[in-house]
């Protein structure tokens, strides 16, 4: 049977050789910096442009607090409505999330579609899921996206004219037609994925009855992470320079240099603000990560902000439960930024610069990984000075903790720790 869902995928813009113009919208908060806000409008142009559709124009403007009825103010809405007519856009786009009221009023002004970043986001995921889980977990984040968004006797106008951004997926008049349908999808969803959910516990049950460790490859998107699998494994997965190319995990069989083989696994990218419902949705495909002995995380060294990319991942593997895998961090894309990627090694102990492209730094990485997975059966003893939370921190990121306990002038810390982090932390170690 195909969803409504699935019927509406098949319109996308670019089919049809149409791409939407749009204007990006901004709100710079009170503790945000005007620099920030530009950087934050480049990524969203990026998505935009993934989703199929232009920049044509961008709008700021500096709040203490969002207005409740547009976000910005009155006279900036007024004035963006004129920006729509002078260059002709079909639609707007914030970088801050509107609230469904929010939403219909700018609509309602502007006469045009108004949409938030999450609704791009979840526009490229619906783009690019292709198996059934992935088709599903998309289906379930549009859906909890657009049920209080239903506005009852909203005409089908609008945000249905150009079957562009943020339309693709169940169509408005349907949803309007029968709310509790939707619920209904919903949960049944819910019990599909849940489903699915388990024959994946049960694959990995089965893997990990095999005895071989798990590696998985995590990173913001368009970091190269397929590519280091590709490379790695010629696992041939399918590698674009498009924001969120892979949702669908793929694990392939890695053997290391002189030790036993890992299973190495891609996930979906991440990005700075992902949107909640699709961590909650994608949480079956994220645990990849939460249940794997390592984290390959992978950077692009020749990124704007780097440093701001590995705090957005770090933050979402948070969310997911995988904190407490150990991780590598992987300077990727070095031979477009050989500096910066020198730079970045150099302020981050224990990880290395690559490139996927050349191959370049490869066969130090296997050893590092080699190194690390060998480590998951060390234990090493440190006692950690109270005020060394600093010291407490890198334990907790480079190895896994196994037990911690309170002494009088320090913190005894038992953890899996590879050979060259417990060789960095050597003036802490006790017993090894
Ligand atoms: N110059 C250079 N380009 C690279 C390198 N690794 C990947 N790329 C390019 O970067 C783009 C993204 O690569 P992917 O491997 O699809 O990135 P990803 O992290 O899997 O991205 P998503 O799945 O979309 O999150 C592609 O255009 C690659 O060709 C590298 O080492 N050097
Ligand atoms: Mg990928």
Not at 69 to 72: D, E, H, L, S
Not at 150 to 156: E, P, V, W, Y
Not at 334 to 337: K, M, R, T
């Given at each position: 049977m195909t969803t409504p869902y699935q019927e509406a995928l098949g319109s996308t813009l670019i089919s049809r050789g149409v791409r939407e113009r749009i204007i990006l919208v901004a709100a710079t908060l009170a503790q945000h910096s005007d620099d920030e806000t530009q950087e934050s409008l480049d990524e969203l142009a990026r998505l935009i442009d993934t989703a199929g559709a232009d920049e044509v124009g961008r709008i700021t403007q500096r709040r203490d607090a969002p207005d409740s009825?547009?976000?910005?103010g009155k006279g900036k809405a007024e004035e963006l409505r004129e920006l729509c007519l002078a260059l002709d856009a079909d639609t707007v786009v914030f970088d801050n999330d509107l609230s469904p009221a929010q939403q219909y009023n700018l609509e309602k002004l502007l006469g045009r579609t108004a949409l938030d970043r999450t609704a791009v986001i979840l526009d490229i995921f619906a783009q690019n899921a292709h198996t059934l889980e992935g088709k599903a977990q998309v289906e379930l984040a549009l859906l909890r996206y657009r049920l209080p968004r239903?506005?009852?006797?909203?005409?089908?106008g609008l945000s249905q004219q150009g079957g562009g951004i943020g339309t693709r997926g169940p169509g408005e008049t349907k949803l309007e037609s029968d709310r509790r349908r939707i619920g209904e999808r919903i949960s049944r969803l819910d019990r599909e994925l849940e489903e699915l959910q388990k024959t994946r516990q049960e694959q990995r049950k089965g893997r990990a009855r095999s005895g071989l460790g798990s590696v998985a490859i995590v990173g913001y998107?368009?970091?190269g992470k397929s590519s280091l699998l590709n490379r790695l494994t010629s696992a041939g997965v399918l590698v674009e320079n498009?924001?969120?190319?892979?949702l669908d995990p793929t694990t392939r069989r890695l053997a290391l240099p002189g030790g036993e083989p890992v299973l190495l696994s891609d996930t979906v990218g991440f990005v700075r603000r992902l949107p909640h419902g699709l961590i909650e949705a994608f949480k079956s495909t994220l645990e990849v990560a939460a249940m794997s002995d390592l984290l390959v995380h992978v950077v692009?060294?020749?990124?704007?902000d780097p440093n701001g990319q590995i705090a957005a991942v770090r933050e979402i593997l948070s969310e997911i439960g995988a904190a407490h895998v150990p991780e590598l961090l992987v300077f990727n894309k070095?031979?477009?930024?050989p500096d910066q990627a020198k730079r970045l090694v150099y302020e981050n102990n224990g990880s290395v610069a690559v490139s996927?492209?050349?191959?370049?730094?490869l066969d130090e990485l296997l050893l590092l990984v080699g190194d690390r997975m060998r480590s998951l059966t060390t234990v090493v003893e440190l006692l950690v000075p109270y005020d060394r939370g600093d010291i407490v921190a890198t334990v907790h990121r480079e190895g896994e903790v196994v037990s911690t306990a309170n002494e009088e002038n320090a913190m005894r810390i038992r953890a899996r720790l590879a050979d060259a982090s417990a060789g960095r932390l050597s003036e802490f170690v006790v017993v090894k």
């Open positions: 009825t547009f976000y910005i239903i506005r009852k006797g909203a005409k089908a998107t368009n970091a498009r924001l969120f190319a892979t692009d060294s020749s990124a704007v070095a031979d477009l930024e996927a492209l050349t191959g370049e730094g």
